[in-house]
């Protein structure tokens, strides 16, 4: 492989094992126990691509577009709330949590964004973050 391919690569497992919050060497176990070897490899040249690394999105921008995507696959488990933690580690507030889901609602049907809110409430930092009380 090219060392460009490598170079992507380690960016790749790189960005996974900050979204997740562990190192990069338990990103790839993890992802690999998870998916396998080969789901893992081609996960993290994805994410070591412009998607995770151009320059015209934030990592607010990204983790607010990936949360949309599995929100509107009605993914709410662990996966969800490893992107709340990194959109909240990168700005992003509870209210503009729920505004999003509002948002999402509005281009989704009720069902899935209610599943998400849900995850977000008992996901935040604090209890009453999002409405104040």
């Given at each position: 492989?090219?060392?460009s ?35 893992t490899?081609?996960a993290f ?9 151009g320059d015209?999105?934030?990592d ?13 696959q009605?993914v709410?488990?662990?996966?969800l ?21 509002v948002?999402l609602?509005?281009y989704l ?5 209610s ?6 409430l008992t ?5 009453g ?5």
């Amino acid at each position: 492989m090219s060392s460009s391919g490598e170079d992507r690569l380690a960016a790749g497992r790189a960005v996974y094992a900050r979204n997740i919050g562990v190192t990069e060497n338990q990103a790839e176990a993890l992802l690999s126990e998870r998916a396998g070897e080969q789901y893992t490899r081609e996960a993290f040249l994805a994410a070591g691509g412009p998607g995770w690394h151009g320059d015209d999105l934030t990592d607010r921008d990204r983790n607010i577009a990936v949360i949309a995507a599995l929100v509107g696959q009605h993914v709410t488990d662990e996966r969800l709330v490893t992107y709340l933690h990194a959109a909240r580690s990168a700005g992003v507030t509870e209210r503009g949590l729920a505004d999003l889901m509002v948002l999402l609602t509005a281009y989704l049907g009720q069902p899935a964004p209610s599943l998400a809110m849900a995850t977000i409430l008992t996901t935040a930092p604090q209890a009453g973050a999002v409405d104040g009380g």
